[in-house]
Every structure is written in structure tokens, then in C-alpha cells.
């Protein structure tokens, strides 16, 4: 009970600092979105190619702004030493780690509907399946979450925090790239076996969870 | 005895060699004299995973406070280091080995794919290494990063494998799994491993005895420092 309370107060500030700073929905946002045009471009806007490609671009360009909103929600902590104030908070430390990752979470889900309509509407796909779609982004994005946030306060407070995030972040979420564009290629009707894949998803989401509130005291803690 | 030991690791790589290109025959489907990659490939791959094994182990022992010793965190990263090395020389060897035996640098089989993955994850394990930080912050850090990587690679393996099913079954790649090795191939093999297995723990004991020179050179300047700070200040008030 405890350990929900403290999730929603800590989810609760993070999300109130991004809706009073608007820097998710003004920079992080659009940059989703402008990575998708790009993508068109990238591809001459061939119709067939990008509803073809539909899927993988929309994980890319999902991948590429949760690094910016895992950045965002960790240089959140490291201003006027807010980290010290959350450590010594006497907050669950499991549910801390567990109220960052679902503030980035419900930012991912807003950004995946708002490039969802943009692939819709610029690379003309139309969805088949969407309790499959609904699931599997579900899923992907509790995953990638939880694997961003982990390694946001592994490397919190370092000096190459910016640039380090990203080389950990990319190799370790393979399978959410892999298992949300098979499951998104399964919704649109290019492929089968989406489901299989959701369970993929939901099991490297359940991992990732679990490993986060297990490290998360010992990395928050003053060596 | 690590002279000894640096000989006897000399002589198994050389005898390596000799075997490995004068003894074993070339095999006509497996791109003739390239076949010999085989001697190589295959204790780089041993290796790679050998090596991030230990890291992930010394990372444990480092993570529960009874074995808590800073030697583990330096054995972790010292492993971590050539383990990264033999992993690039197993990507480069396979793509060498790959484009006389299936035409194409790169395929996108299971086992390259998760190799490079593997790759990434472990120059990031490094890079976090390198980021400055007390010894003790840096080995809880990279301590939880390591078997955080290690737990990953499954999973990567894992999806990498059913997606690449998937999109194309029955590759060319049981081929190469098959190659039918006989007599003084599977002892050149054997020895190869071997060889290779001495390089890497001699490789990882030097690396070891650096950063642990590394670390007492920084300690030894904190306290020089702060004695030259205590005399200063003495002859202040004084």
C-alpha cells in the first residue's frame, strides 16, 4: 500500500514538473514527430515501402524520444540536488524507481497515440487489430521505461551522463525493438504470431520492472 | 612464474599457428583454405562469453558484502576489457569467414546478430567504467551495469533467434554449424582453445595488475595531496 502511494507521489511530481515546464510536449513531442517526416524523406516517401516499414519507424523514432525523456527525467533530479532530497525522502526506494519509470511511461504513451495518427496520416496505414496494437505498445513501453530508467541512475550524476545513456539504453532494449515491430506488423496484417510476441514483451517488461526496484536502493544510495 | 607462464602461452599460440595452417587440410564447401578462420572463430566466441562470465561473477562477489573486495570490480573490468577484444575479433573474423563461404560480409543470422549486440552492451559496460567516480561508487555502478548486461544477453539471444526465424527458416547457416571435423582439425581445435584460453588469463592478470597499480597511484596523489595541504595551512597559522 505503501509502496503505492509513494509510486503515485513520486509519478505525480514528475509529471507535474513536465506539465508546468512543457519541455515533453514542446521538444520531446516534436521531435517524434519530425523524426517520422524524416523518415519519409529518407525513404522518398514511396507509399508501399514506408506502410511496409510503418512499424519499424514508429519503434525507432518511440526509441529515439525516450532517450530524450529518460535524459529529461534524470537532469530533472540533478538541478539544485534534488537526488539528495529524493534519497533522503524515506520514499520506498523500489517505488521511486517504479513512480519515474511510469511518469516516463505515461509521457511514451501520449507520444506513441500522437505518432500513431502521424503514421497514419503521412504513410497511410491502416490498423486491422487494435487489442493486439493496444497490448503490444502497452507492454514495449512499461518495458522501456523500466530499462531506461534503470540505467538513468546508474549513470546519474556522472559527467557523460547524456551521451552514456544512449549506448547503454539501445543494445538493451533488442527485444522491445524487435517484439513491437513484429506485434505492430501482426496488427497492420503483414504478419502473424503477434501475440507471441506480446508475450515476449510482457516478460522482458516484467524483468525489467523487477531488476529496476531491486537496484534501484543500492544506486540511489551514497556509495 | 607469470614469465613461465607468458612462455608457455607463446608456445601454444605457435604451435597453434603451425598446426592450424601447415598440418589441417582445407575444406572445399567452407571456402577452401579459409576454413582455417575456424581456429580462430571459434576460441574468440569461447572467449568472449568466458570472459563476460567472469565479469558477471566478480561483479556478484563484489555486489554481496561478504566477499566485498575493490580486487573484484578491477578483475570485473580487467575481463570485461579483453572480452570486449575478443569480441571484436570474433565480428571481424566471421565476416572475413563469411564472405568466401556464403558471398556476403554480414548475414543477419541469430548468433552474429546477438554477438554484435553483445558487443554494444559491453563498450557501454566500459564507457561506464571510464566515467569518473570513486572507486567504491564505481563499483556499485558497474557491478549492477554487468549483471544487468549479463541477464540481458538471453533475452537478446531469445528474440534475436525467433525473429530471425521467422523472416527466413532454413538458412544457409546449418552449414556452417555442420562443419564435420575430423582428426587433426578437431586437435588443432582443442588446441587452439587452449592456446587462446592462456592468452586471455594471461591478458586479464596483466590488465588486473595495471588498474590495480592505476588505483594506488591515485590514492597515493589524494594523500600527498592532502599532507601538502595540511603542511600549508600549518605554516599559515603558524
Known amino acids: 500500500m505503501r509502496f503505492l502511494r509513494d509510486l503515485a507521489l513520486v509519478a505525480g511530481k514528475d509529471l507535474r514538473i513536465e506539465s508546468r515546464s512543457r519541455v515533453a510536449l514542446q521538444q520531446i513531442l516534436p521531435f517524434g514527430v519530425i523524426v517520422v517526416v524524416m523518415f519519409a524523406f529518407a525513404l522518398d516517401a514511396d507509399r508501399e515501402f514506408l506502410e511496409r516499414a510503418a512499424p519499424g519507424l514508429f519503434w525507432i523514432a518511440v526509441l529515439l524520444a525516450a532517450l530524450l525523456a529518460v535524459g529529461r527525467s534524470f537532469s530533472v533530479e540533478e538541478a539544485n540536488r534534488a537526488r539528495d532530497g529524493l534519497r533522503m525522502s524515506s520514499l520506498d526506494p523500489g517505488a521511486i524507481f517504479a513512480g519515474k519509470a511510469a511518469a516516463i511511461a505515461v509521457e511514451l504513451f501520449v507520444l506513441e497515440a500522437v505518432l500513431g495518427v502521424a503514421v497514419v496520416v503521412l504513410y497511410d496505414v491502416s490498423f486491422t487489430d487494435v487489442l493486439l496494437l493496444a497490448c503490444a505498445a502497452f507492454a514495449a513501453t512499461v518495458g522501456l521505461a523500466a530499462t531506461g530508467t534503470v540505467y538513468g541512475v546508474l549513470a546519474g550524476g556522472l559527467r557523460a551522463r547524456e551521451t552514456l545513456v544512449p549506448l547503454l539504453v539501445l543494445p538493451a532494449v533488442t527485444p522491445v525493438m524487435l517484439g513491437g515491430t513484429r506485434a505492430f506488423q501482426a496488427a497492420l496484417g503483414l504478419a502473424d504470431d503477434g501475440w507471441a510476441w506480446v508475450q515476449l514483451l510482457c516478460a522482458f517488461a516484467v524483468l525489467a520492472v523487477s531488476a529496476g526496484i531491486v537496484a534501484f536502493g543500492p544506486l540511489l544510495e551514497e556509495a | ?238
Open chain 2, 1 to 238: 612464474m607469470k614469465k613461465v607462464f607468458l612462455a608457455v602461452t607463446l608456445v601454444a599460440l605457435a604451435a597453434t599457428v603451425y598446426f592450424a595452417l601447415a598440418v589441417t587440410p582445407p575444406r572445399e564447401n567452407q571456402g577452401g583454405e579459409a576454413v582455417r578462420l575456424l581456429y580462430l572463430h571459434v576460441p574468440t566466441a569461447w572467449l568472449a562469453y568466458l570472459a563476460f562470465a567472469v565479469t558477471a561473477f566478480a561483479s556478484l562477489l563484489w555486489l554481496v558484502p561478504r566477499t566485498r573486495r575493490p580486487e573484484w570490480d578491477l578483475l570485473a573490468g580487467a575481463s570485461a576489457e579483453v572480452g570486449v577484444v575478443f569480441t571484436a575479433l570474433m565480428l571481424v573474423v566471421g565476416s572475413l569467414w563469411a564472405r568466401p563461404t556464403w558471398g556476403t560480409w554480414w548475414e543477419w543470422d541469430a548468433r552474429l546478430t546477438t554477438t554484435a549486440i553483445l558487443f554494444f552492451l559491453y563498450l557501454g559496460y566500459l564507457a561506464l567504467r571510464r566515467t569518473g567516480a570513486t572507486s567504491d561508487e564505481r563499483g556499485k555502478r558497474c557491478a549492477i551495469a554487468a549483471l544487468v548486461a549479463f541477464a540481458d544477453v538471453p533475452i537478446v539471444h531469445f528474440s534475436v533467434t525467433w525473429w530471425q526465424t521467422l523472416h527466413q527458416p532454413g538458412t544457409v547457416f546449418n552449414e556452417r554449424l555442420d562443419v564435420k571435423i575430423s582428426g587433426s582439425m578437431s586437435a588443432t581445435l582443442v588446441l587452439a582453445v587452449a592456446a587462446f584460453t592462456l592468452l586471455y588469463a594471461y591478458l586479464t592478470m596483466e590488465r588486473f595488475e595495471l588498474a590495480k597499480l592505476e588505483e594506488g597511484r591515485e590514492e597515493r596523489e589524494v594523500q600527498r595531496a592532502i599532507a601538502e595541504r595540511v603542511a600549508s595551512e600549518g605554516a599559515v597559522t603558524a
